[in-house]
């Protein structure tokens, strides 16, 4: 099991030779979710050794088209390559309409069922949830409607003690409770205590994705003591009136919501081609939050590593 982030897309509006815009893959426990899927996408994808028909999840954050104008043509390319597992994409009401004008206008027959899930822009939503993981949307500010994500784990189960359990007259019909954290009564009316027979759970780990947002207090709710946060940081303090007219962050905003949120790290990202390098940014942010990095295409961050 892992959790890994993988920077397709760091880049805002205009595509440049080093950043694509925006999009993330997220491998969670086996769960393959990408997250916004701006204009090339696909070929990232397959330049970062991406299986795209791994993909089960999409999610779109908004309709402005550096988020969203990849998407017909990663869905096209799944169905010429066969695919036959159905996909869900998560995303504004509107978008089911123009994804499936767009690949009908080829009279191209989808090989798979896409399952499109309308979210909803007042408060955060769990929108999928498993055995092992949740991910939930939450509004953010913007010119037209958008939403963040929040990928989680679930809290993990207890690890068996294979030495400990050796002898001590437990089944394997036990084992599931035991690493449930709970109590064994045995045939003979004795008690085994579960924390006599296992080792602690290993850390449940939580990322949230902060699309394009102008600063917005009413999400440190949903993003507190997240593990990792990605804050889009648009411009930087020399451009703050631009980033203000445009419902954009600076580098330095982003910092303070990651300090009042009490996240473990915040990486920026969604840079306007302005510029050549991130390094104001990241030294704006440092000011205010020492545990910054920028998004770089091709980066991958392991959450279980993140300190």
Known sequence: MSFNLTILGSGAA????????TAQYIECNNRHILIDCGEGTQSQIRKYGIKLQKITHILISHLHG?????????????????????????GHPELEQLMKGMLE??????TFEINFVPLQYKDE?????????????????????TCGFKIQEKPKEYQLDAKAIKGAGLLIQHFPFLKKGQNIVLENGETRNFEDYTFPPKPAHS?????????NET??????????LYHEATFTEEHINRAKATFHSTAKQAASVAKEANVKKLILGHFSSRYENSTTHIEEAKSIFEN?????????????KVN
């Open 66 to 90: 550096d988020h969203f104008f990849g998407l017909p043509g990663l869905l096209s390319t799944m169905n010429l390559l066969g695919r036959n597992q159905g996909i869900t994409v998560y």
């Open 14 to 21: 205009l595509p440049t030779a080093l950043r694509a815009t």
């Open 105 to 110: 206008v080829g009279k191209n027959k989808l």
């Open 207 to 215: 990322y949230a994705f902060c699309s394009d947002t102008k600063p």
């Open 292 to 304: 910054t990095i920028s998004a770089e295409d091709g980066m991958v961050v392991n959450l279980e």
């Open 125 to 145: 939503q769990l929108i999928f949830e498993d055995r092992l993981i949740e991910i939930s949307s939450f509004p953010l500010k913007h010119r037209i409607e």
């Open 219 to 228: 999400i440190i709710k949903s993003i507190r003591n997240v593990d990792l």
